[in-house]
DNA sequence: TCTGGGGTCCTAGGACCC
DNA sequence: TCTGGGGTCCTAGGACCC
Protein backbone atom coordinates (compact mmCIF):
# COMPACT_ATOMS: atom_id res chain seq x y z
CA UNK A 1 0.00 0.00 0.00
CA UNK A 2 1.49 3.33 -0.99
CA UNK A 3 0.38 6.84 -1.10
CA UNK A 4 -2.14 8.42 -3.46
CA UNK A 5 -0.49 9.51 -6.23
CA UNK A 6 -2.91 13.01 -6.28
CA UNK A 7 -4.27 14.50 -2.88
CA UNK A 8 -8.01 13.38 -2.21
CA UNK A 9 -10.47 14.75 0.02
CA UNK A 10 -12.09 11.61 1.64
CA UNK A 11 -15.16 12.43 4.32
CA UNK A 12 -16.14 9.79 6.67
CA UNK A 13 -19.74 10.28 7.79
CA UNK A 14 -21.49 9.16 11.23
CA UNK A 15 -24.66 9.35 12.71
CA UNK A 16 -24.55 9.48 16.24
CA UNK A 17 -25.84 6.91 18.37
CA UNK A 18 -28.29 5.98 15.49
CA UNK A 19 -30.96 3.73 16.61
CA UNK A 20 -31.65 5.36 19.66
CA UNK A 21 -31.58 9.16 18.22
CA UNK A 22 -34.23 7.41 15.75
CA UNK A 23 -36.47 6.41 18.82
CA UNK A 24 -35.92 9.48 20.79
CA UNK A 25 -36.77 11.79 17.65
CA UNK A 26 -40.36 9.90 17.27
CA UNK A 27 -40.72 9.77 20.97
CA UNK A 28 -39.46 13.36 21.87
CA UNK A 29 -40.74 12.40 25.46
CA UNK A 30 -37.59 10.04 25.49
CA UNK A 31 -34.95 13.10 24.87
CA UNK A 32 -32.34 13.43 28.16
CA UNK A 33 -33.47 10.03 29.21
CA UNK A 34 -30.48 6.97 28.68
CA UNK A 35 -32.50 4.95 25.75
CA UNK A 36 -30.92 1.27 24.79
CA UNK A 37 -32.10 -0.25 21.85
CA UNK A 38 -31.90 -3.85 21.74
CA UNK A 39 -32.42 -7.09 23.37
CA UNK A 40 -35.48 -7.72 26.17
CA UNK A 41 -33.44 -7.35 29.26
CA UNK A 42 -36.14 -9.53 31.01
CA UNK A 43 -35.16 -8.04 34.72
CA UNK A 44 -32.18 -8.59 34.03
CA UNK A 45 -31.97 -12.12 32.53
CA UNK A 46 -32.30 -11.17 29.01
CA UNK A 47 -29.93 -13.21 26.38
CA UNK A 48 -28.63 -10.69 23.52
CA UNK A 49 -26.69 -7.61 23.31
CA UNK A 50 -26.95 -3.59 22.91
CA UNK A 51 -27.88 -2.53 19.52
CA UNK A 52 -27.43 1.49 20.69
CA UNK A 53 -27.31 3.65 23.45
CA UNK A 54 -28.10 7.38 23.61
CA UNK A 55 -25.24 9.40 25.15
CA UNK A 56 -27.26 9.59 28.32
CA UNK A 57 -27.01 5.93 28.70
CA UNK A 58 -23.13 5.85 27.89
CA UNK A 59 -22.70 7.89 30.88
CA UNK A 60 -23.73 4.73 32.82
CA UNK A 61 -21.42 2.34 31.11
CA UNK A 62 -23.32 1.20 28.87
CA UNK A 63 -22.05 0.47 25.03
CA UNK A 64 -23.09 -1.84 21.83
CA UNK A 65 -22.51 -5.03 21.77
CA UNK A 66 -22.58 -4.99 25.35
CA UNK A 67 -24.28 -8.02 27.16
CA UNK A 68 -28.33 -6.38 27.93
CA UNK A 69 -28.25 -8.16 30.94
CA UNK A 70 -24.94 -6.19 31.73
CA UNK A 71 -26.85 -2.81 30.57
CA UNK A 72 -29.83 -3.66 32.60
CA UNK A 73 -27.82 -3.85 35.93
CA UNK A 74 -25.29 -0.75 35.17
CA UNK A 75 -28.85 1.08 34.49
CA UNK A 76 -32.36 -0.61 35.20
CA UNK A 77 -34.08 2.57 35.02
CA UNK A 78 -33.14 3.36 31.59
CA UNK A 79 -35.38 2.86 28.85
CA UNK A 80 -35.37 -0.27 26.78
CA UNK A 81 -36.49 -0.73 23.47
CA UNK A 82 -36.67 -3.31 20.80
CA UNK A 83 -35.08 -2.42 17.48
CA UNK A 84 -37.10 -1.14 15.09
CA UNK A 85 -35.60 -1.77 11.52
CA UNK A 86 -37.99 -0.71 9.12
CA UNK A 87 -37.55 2.16 10.36
CA UNK A 88 -34.18 2.80 10.69
CA UNK A 89 -33.77 1.26 6.78
CA UNK A 90 -36.03 4.10 6.24
CA UNK A 91 -33.98 6.60 7.47
CA UNK A 92 -31.10 5.30 6.16
CA UNK A 93 -32.12 5.30 2.74
CA UNK A 94 -33.31 8.77 3.19
CA UNK A 95 -29.62 9.55 5.07
CA UNK A 96 -27.77 7.53 1.87
CA UNK A 97 -29.85 9.91 -0.86
CA UNK A 98 -28.75 13.20 1.06
CA UNK A 99 -24.91 11.82 0.67
CA UNK A 100 -25.60 11.75 -2.59
CA UNK A 101 -25.89 15.37 -3.37
CA UNK A 102 -22.51 15.76 -2.32
CA UNK A 103 -21.15 13.25 -4.63
CA UNK A 104 -21.55 9.96 -7.06
CA UNK A 105 -19.09 8.63 -5.03
CA UNK A 106 -20.62 7.26 -1.90
CA UNK A 107 -19.58 3.48 0.27
CA UNK A 108 -22.08 2.89 2.87
CA UNK A 109 -20.29 0.97 5.22
CA UNK A 110 -23.09 -0.01 7.63
CA UNK A 111 -26.38 1.29 7.86
CA UNK A 112 -25.59 4.92 9.66
CA UNK A 113 -21.72 5.45 8.51
CA UNK A 114 -20.45 6.17 4.97
CA UNK A 115 -17.52 7.25 3.09
CA UNK A 116 -17.42 9.95 0.27
CA UNK A 117 -15.00 10.81 -1.76
CA UNK A 118 -15.36 14.49 -2.49
CA UNK A 119 -12.23 15.24 -4.42
CA UNK A 120 -14.45 16.12 -7.44
CA UNK A 121 -16.87 18.31 -5.83
CA UNK A 122 -14.77 20.44 -3.93
CA UNK A 123 -14.97 23.49 -7.10
CA UNK A 124 -19.06 22.74 -6.67
CA UNK A 125 -19.70 22.61 -2.99
CA UNK A 126 -16.59 24.31 -1.51
CA UNK A 127 -13.98 22.22 0.73
CA UNK A 128 -13.90 19.49 2.37
CA UNK A 129 -15.08 21.67 5.55
CA UNK A 130 -17.33 23.18 4.05
CA UNK A 131 -19.27 20.06 3.00
CA UNK A 132 -18.98 18.50 5.88
CA UNK A 133 -20.80 21.28 7.78
CA UNK A 134 -22.90 21.40 5.10
CA UNK A 135 -24.03 17.63 5.57
CA UNK A 136 -24.26 18.31 9.32
CA UNK A 137 -26.37 21.06 8.36
CA UNK A 138 -28.51 19.32 6.09
CA UNK A 139 -28.87 16.12 8.27
CA UNK A 140 -30.07 18.08 11.47
CA UNK A 141 -32.07 20.24 9.47
CA UNK A 142 -33.91 17.43 7.69
CA UNK A 143 -33.61 14.50 9.58
CA UNK A 144 -33.68 15.91 13.24
CA UNK A 145 -30.10 13.46 13.35
CA UNK A 146 -26.55 14.55 14.92
CA UNK A 147 -24.01 13.22 12.52
CA UNK A 148 -19.98 13.31 13.21
CA UNK A 149 -17.86 14.16 9.99
CA UNK A 150 -13.94 13.17 9.87
CA UNK A 151 -12.22 15.15 6.47
CA UNK A 152 -8.54 13.59 5.85
CA UNK A 153 -6.72 12.31 2.84
CA UNK A 154 -7.65 8.64 2.82
CA UNK A 155 -10.27 6.89 4.14
CA UNK A 156 -8.94 4.95 7.21
CA UNK A 157 -7.69 8.60 8.71
CA UNK A 158 -11.11 10.20 8.06
CA UNK A 159 -12.70 7.00 10.09
CA UNK A 160 -10.84 7.64 13.30
CA UNK A 161 -11.15 11.59 12.66
CA UNK A 162 -15.10 11.18 12.47
CA UNK A 163 -14.90 9.48 15.87
CA UNK A 164 -12.45 11.40 18.03
CA UNK A 165 -15.32 14.54 19.30
CA UNK A 166 -18.41 12.44 18.88
CA UNK A 167 -21.16 13.62 19.09
CA UNK A 168 -21.37 15.89 16.65
CA UNK A 169 -17.74 16.75 15.66
CA UNK A 170 -16.02 17.45 13.05
CA UNK A 171 -12.30 16.45 12.61
CA UNK A 172 -10.22 18.16 10.00
CA UNK A 173 -6.59 16.54 8.93
CA UNK A 174 -4.77 18.35 6.99
CA UNK A 175 -3.33 16.85 3.25
CA UNK A 176 -0.13 17.82 3.80
CA UNK A 177 2.78 14.99 3.45
CA UNK A 178 3.28 13.67 7.09
CA UNK A 179 0.47 15.38 8.55
CA UNK A 180 -2.04 12.63 8.72
CA UNK A 181 0.76 10.17 10.11
CA UNK A 182 1.46 12.90 12.46
CA UNK A 183 -2.38 13.40 13.57
CA UNK A 184 -2.56 8.78 13.96
CA UNK A 185 0.56 8.86 16.37
CA UNK A 186 -0.27 9.96 19.34
CA UNK A 187 -3.68 7.89 19.50
CA UNK A 188 -3.47 5.19 21.07
CA UNK A 189 -3.10 1.59 18.79
CA UNK A 190 -6.65 0.27 19.83
CA UNK A 191 -7.77 2.87 17.22
CA UNK A 192 -6.18 1.22 14.50
CA UNK A 193 -8.99 -0.35 11.76
CA UNK A 194 -8.59 -3.80 12.29
CA UNK A 195 -6.59 -4.21 15.92
CA UNK A 196 -9.08 -6.09 17.81
CA UNK A 197 -8.15 -7.50 21.43
CA UNK A 198 -5.96 -10.18 19.70
CA UNK A 199 -3.88 -8.13 17.82
CA UNK A 200 -3.81 -5.12 19.91
CA UNK A 201 -2.12 -7.36 22.91
CA UNK A 202 0.06 -9.18 20.59
CA UNK A 203 1.20 -5.16 19.52
CA UNK A 204 1.82 -4.65 23.21
CA UNK A 205 3.69 -7.85 23.57
CA UNK A 206 6.16 -6.12 21.00
CA UNK A 207 6.11 -2.53 23.07
CA UNK A 208 4.00 -0.63 21.16
CA UNK A 209 1.20 1.17 22.88
CA UNK A 210 0.47 4.00 20.38
CA UNK A 211 -0.19 4.21 16.34
CA UNK A 212 3.35 6.19 16.47
CA UNK A 213 4.85 3.06 18.18
CA UNK A 214 3.43 0.65 15.22
CA UNK A 215 4.65 3.22 12.77
CA UNK A 216 7.94 2.76 13.76
CA UNK A 217 8.59 -0.84 14.96
CA UNK A 218 10.58 -3.05 12.67
CA UNK A 219 8.91 -4.53 10.19
CA UNK A 220 10.63 -8.13 10.77
CA UNK A 221 8.93 -8.34 14.22
CA UNK A 222 5.52 -7.14 13.10
CA UNK A 223 6.20 -9.83 9.99
CA UNK A 224 7.18 -12.44 12.93
CA UNK A 225 3.88 -11.88 14.42
CA UNK A 226 1.66 -11.13 11.60
CA UNK A 227 2.79 -12.23 8.76
CA UNK A 228 4.19 -10.63 5.97
CA UNK A 229 0.76 -9.18 4.38
CA UNK A 230 -0.62 -9.18 8.19
CA UNK A 231 1.98 -7.16 9.09
CA UNK A 232 2.55 -4.74 6.18
CA UNK A 233 -0.81 -3.82 6.10
CA UNK A 234 -0.98 -2.90 10.34
CA UNK A 235 2.00 -0.71 9.29
CA UNK A 236 1.11 1.10 6.17
CA UNK A 237 -2.56 2.20 8.46
CA UNK A 238 0.17 3.38 10.78
CA UNK A 239 2.26 5.73 8.57
CA UNK A 240 -1.43 6.80 7.45
CA UNK A 241 -0.66 5.51 4.12
CA UNK A 242 -4.34 4.12 2.88
CA UNK A 243 -4.93 4.37 -0.86
CA UNK A 244 -7.79 1.94 -0.99
CA UNK A 245 -10.74 3.99 -3.28
CA UNK A 246 -13.92 4.67 -1.69
CA UNK A 247 -16.15 2.46 -3.84
CA UNK A 248 -20.25 3.08 -4.14
CA UNK A 249 -21.11 -0.29 -6.04
CA UNK A 250 -19.53 -3.10 -3.55
CA UNK A 251 -21.42 -6.51 -4.60
CA UNK A 252 -22.61 -8.77 -1.60
CA UNK A 253 -20.16 -11.82 -1.24
CA UNK A 254 -22.69 -14.18 1.18
CA UNK A 255 -26.20 -14.22 2.68
CA UNK A 256 -27.06 -15.89 5.89
CA UNK A 257 -29.29 -15.97 8.67
CA UNK A 258 -28.87 -17.31 12.04
CA UNK A 259 -30.84 -17.30 15.39
CA UNK A 260 -30.07 -17.62 18.80
CA UNK A 261 -32.36 -19.80 21.03
CA UNK A 262 -34.08 -18.39 23.87
CA UNK A 263 -32.32 -21.54 25.81
CA UNK A 264 -29.90 -23.78 24.56
CA UNK A 265 -31.52 -26.67 22.60
CA UNK A 266 -30.41 -30.47 22.91
CA UNK A 267 -33.59 -31.70 20.83
CA UNK A 268 -32.14 -32.10 17.67
CA UNK A 269 -35.58 -31.86 16.12
CA UNK A 270 -35.88 -28.45 17.35
CA UNK A 271 -32.65 -27.92 16.08
CA UNK A 272 -33.64 -29.24 13.06
CA UNK A 273 -36.82 -26.98 12.40
CA UNK A 274 -34.96 -24.01 13.02
CA UNK A 275 -32.86 -24.91 10.49
CA UNK A 276 -35.43 -25.46 8.10
CA UNK A 277 -37.24 -22.11 9.07
CA UNK A 278 -33.43 -20.30 8.38
CA UNK A 279 -33.14 -21.56 5.44
CA UNK A 280 -36.84 -21.00 3.80
CA UNK A 281 -35.97 -16.89 5.31
CA UNK A 282 -32.57 -17.10 3.86
CA UNK A 283 -33.87 -18.69 -0.05
CA UNK A 284 -36.61 -15.84 0.40
CA UNK A 285 -33.83 -12.93 0.72
CA UNK A 286 -31.55 -14.11 -2.04
CA UNK A 287 -34.98 -14.22 -4.41
CA UNK A 288 -35.94 -10.34 -3.16
CA UNK A 289 -31.87 -9.52 -4.47
CA UNK A 290 -32.19 -11.42 -7.36
CA UNK A 291 -29.04 -13.80 -6.08
CA UNK A 292 -28.27 -17.03 -6.52
CA UNK A 293 -24.80 -19.06 -4.92
CA UNK A 294 -22.93 -22.79 -4.67
CA UNK A 295 -21.77 -22.69 -1.61
CA UNK A 296 -23.52 -23.50 1.55
CA UNK A 297 -22.75 -22.94 4.77
CA UNK A 298 -24.05 -24.05 8.38
CA UNK A 299 -23.14 -23.30 11.79
CA UNK A 300 -23.48 -24.19 15.24
CA UNK A 301 -22.77 -22.82 18.11
CA UNK A 302 -22.75 -24.97 21.26
CA UNK A 303 -23.62 -23.72 25.15
CA UNK A 304 -19.99 -23.96 25.39
CA UNK A 305 -20.06 -21.24 23.00
CA UNK A 306 -17.93 -23.30 20.06
CA UNK A 307 -18.88 -22.41 16.88
CA UNK A 308 -18.80 -25.53 14.26
CA UNK A 309 -18.79 -24.84 10.59
CA UNK A 310 -19.57 -27.41 8.04
CA UNK A 311 -19.63 -25.91 4.10
CA UNK A 312 -20.10 -27.53 0.57
CA UNK A 313 -19.83 -26.63 -2.71
CA UNK A 314 -22.43 -27.15 -5.67
CA UNK A 315 -22.24 -27.47 -9.27
CA UNK A 316 -24.58 -24.62 -9.78
CA UNK A 317 -25.78 -21.94 -7.87
CA UNK A 318 -29.36 -22.76 -5.99
CA UNK A 319 -32.02 -19.92 -4.49
CA UNK A 320 -34.65 -22.33 -3.17
CA UNK A 321 -35.51 -24.16 -0.25
CA UNK A 322 -35.90 -27.45 -2.38
CA UNK A 323 -32.15 -27.28 -3.12
CA UNK A 324 -30.26 -25.98 -0.61
CA UNK A 325 -32.53 -27.61 2.72
CA UNK A 326 -31.06 -31.00 1.82
CA UNK A 327 -27.06 -29.88 1.55
CA UNK A 328 -28.03 -27.77 4.48
CA UNK A 329 -29.49 -31.41 6.46
CA UNK A 330 -26.30 -33.08 5.26
CA UNK A 331 -24.35 -30.61 6.46
CA UNK A 332 -26.18 -30.68 10.07
CA UNK A 333 -25.32 -33.88 10.66
CA UNK A 334 -21.58 -33.68 10.20
CA UNK A 335 -21.56 -30.89 12.70
CA UNK A 336 -19.94 -32.87 15.16
CA UNK A 337 -21.82 -31.68 18.74
CA UNK A 338 -23.15 -34.45 20.31
CA UNK A 339 -24.10 -34.25 23.48
CA UNK A 340 -23.90 -30.69 23.67
CA UNK A 341 -26.74 -28.43 24.08
CA UNK A 342 -27.24 -25.80 21.13
CA UNK A 343 -27.15 -22.32 21.40
CA UNK A 344 -27.01 -20.89 17.71
CA UNK A 345 -28.04 -22.15 14.26
CA UNK A 346 -26.90 -20.44 10.98
CA UNK A 347 -27.18 -21.41 6.96
CA UNK A 348 -25.57 -18.68 4.97
CA UNK A 349 -25.03 -19.05 0.92
CA UNK A 350 -21.55 -17.21 -0.69
CA UNK A 351 -20.05 -17.65 -4.15
CA UNK A 352 -22.81 -16.19 -5.88
CA UNK A 353 -23.56 -17.00 -9.39
CA UNK A 354 -26.40 -17.20 -12.49
CA UNK A 355 -28.92 -20.07 -11.43
CA UNK A 356 -28.23 -22.78 -14.36
CA UNK A 357 -30.70 -22.53 -16.82
CA UNK A 358 -33.62 -25.39 -15.87
CA UNK A 359 -32.98 -27.67 -18.63
CA UNK A 360 -31.15 -30.49 -16.25
CA UNK A 361 -32.81 -29.95 -13.52
CA UNK A 362 -34.76 -32.53 -11.45
CA UNK A 363 -38.21 -32.51 -11.77
CA UNK A 364 -38.53 -31.50 -7.49
CA UNK A 365 -36.12 -28.34 -8.36
CA UNK A 366 -38.11 -27.25 -11.05
CA UNK A 367 -41.49 -27.40 -9.37
CA UNK A 368 -39.38 -26.27 -5.88
CA UNK A 369 -38.69 -22.93 -8.20
CA UNK A 370 -42.10 -22.36 -9.14
CA UNK A 371 -43.57 -23.05 -5.66
CA UNK A 372 -41.39 -20.60 -4.38
CA UNK A 373 -42.28 -18.10 -7.09
CA UNK A 374 -45.84 -18.49 -6.18
CA UNK A 375 -44.69 -17.93 -2.45
CA UNK A 376 -42.86 -14.75 -3.24
CA UNK A 377 -45.53 -13.58 -5.28
CA UNK A 378 -48.65 -13.62 -2.19
CA UNK A 379 -45.42 -12.10 0.20
CA UNK A 380 -44.76 -9.60 -1.84
CA UNK A 381 -48.54 -8.75 -2.23
CA UNK A 382 -49.84 -9.52 0.83
CA UNK A 383 -47.16 -8.95 3.49
CA UNK A 384 -44.06 -11.83 4.69
CA UNK A 385 -45.86 -14.77 6.69
CA UNK A 386 -49.34 -14.90 4.36
CA UNK A 387 -47.67 -18.37 3.45
CA UNK A 388 -45.75 -20.44 5.69
CA UNK A 389 -44.86 -24.25 5.25
CA UNK A 390 -46.60 -26.80 7.43
CA UNK A 391 -43.94 -27.75 9.34
CA UNK A 392 -42.40 -24.23 10.21
CA UNK A 393 -46.28 -23.84 12.09
CA UNK A 394 -45.79 -25.38 15.33
CA UNK A 395 -42.88 -23.16 16.10
CA UNK A 396 -42.57 -19.27 16.29
CA UNK A 397 -40.41 -17.71 13.85
CA UNK A 398 -37.04 -15.97 14.83
CA UNK A 399 -37.31 -12.87 14.60
CA UNK A 400 -38.52 -10.31 11.91
CA UNK A 401 -36.50 -11.04 8.35
CA UNK A 402 -35.56 -7.27 7.71
CA UNK A 403 -35.81 -5.85 4.80
CA UNK A 404 -33.23 -4.98 2.06
CA UNK A 405 -30.06 -2.97 3.22
CA UNK A 406 -28.85 0.05 1.84
CA UNK A 407 -26.47 -1.20 0.27
CA UNK A 408 -28.14 -4.21 -1.26
CA UNK A 409 -26.28 -6.88 -2.96
CA UNK A 410 -26.24 -6.20 -6.26
CA UNK A 411 -26.25 -8.41 -9.56
CA UNK A 412 -24.23 -11.66 -9.20
CA UNK A 413 -20.39 -10.36 -9.00
CA UNK A 414 -17.53 -11.15 -11.72
CA UNK A 415 -14.36 -9.81 -9.96
CA UNK A 416 -11.63 -12.70 -9.48
CA UNK A 417 -13.49 -14.75 -11.12
C1' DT B 1 -22.31 -9.92 32.79
C1' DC B 2 -21.95 -14.15 29.58
C1' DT B 3 -21.36 -13.09 24.89
C1' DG B 4 -26.99 -10.91 18.61
C1' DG B 5 -27.08 -10.88 13.86
C1' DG B 6 -25.44 -9.04 9.81
C1' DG B 7 -21.29 -9.19 7.32
C1' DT B 8 -15.81 -9.00 5.43
C1' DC B 9 -11.25 -10.68 5.06
C1' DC B 10 -7.36 -13.74 6.06
C1' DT B 11 -4.81 -18.14 6.86
C1' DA B 12 -3.48 -22.84 6.57
C1' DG B 13 -3.74 -27.22 4.72
C1' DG B 14 -5.19 -30.58 1.29
C1' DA B 15 -6.67 -31.96 -3.40
C1' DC B 16 -5.71 -31.61 -7.95
C1' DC B 17 -3.64 -30.10 -12.31
C1' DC B 18 0.16 -28.72 -15.20
C1' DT C 1 11.23 -42.89 -11.95
C1' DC C 2 11.51 -39.31 -8.73
C1' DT C 3 11.15 -34.64 -7.26
C1' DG C 4 9.16 -30.24 -7.17
C1' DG C 5 7.01 -25.79 -7.84
C1' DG C 6 3.06 -22.94 -9.02
C1' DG C 7 -1.77 -22.05 -9.40
C1' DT C 8 -6.55 -22.77 -8.24
C1' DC C 9 -10.27 -24.40 -5.64
C1' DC C 10 -12.14 -25.82 -1.44
C1' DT C 11 -12.88 -26.21 3.77
C1' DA C 12 -12.60 -24.79 8.69
C1' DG C 13 -11.61 -21.57 11.81
C1' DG C 14 -10.70 -17.09 13.53
C1' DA C 15 -10.32 -12.01 13.95
C1' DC C 16 -12.67 -8.10 13.24
C1' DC C 17 -16.32 -4.46 12.16
C1' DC C 18 -21.05 -2.19 12.95
Redesign the pocket.
Known sequence: MTAAATPRTILHVDLDAFYAAVEVREQPSLAGRPVVVG?DPKGG?G???V?AASYEARRFGIH??Q?I??AY?LCPDAVFLPPRMELYLAVSQRFFALLERFTDLVEP??V??AFLDVTGSERLHGDGPTIARAIQRAVRDEERLSVSVGVAPCKFVA?IASDLRKPAGLVVVDGAPGAAAAFLAPLPLERL????????ARLHQLGARTIGDVAALAPSHLAAAF?G??GAHLQALARAMDDRPVEPERA?????????FEVDVADRDEVARLLLALVEQLTARLRRHGLAG??VTVKLRTDD?E???????LESAVDTTEALLPVARKLLS?CDTTRRAI??V?V?L??FGAVQPALFEEKAVRQGRAVARAVDELCARFGEGVVTRGSLLDRAP??P?VGPKPRPPRAPPERN?
Open positions: ARRGVSSAPGRSLSDEKWGAGPKTAGDGAKSLGREHTRTFTVTRAATRRLGSSHPGDG
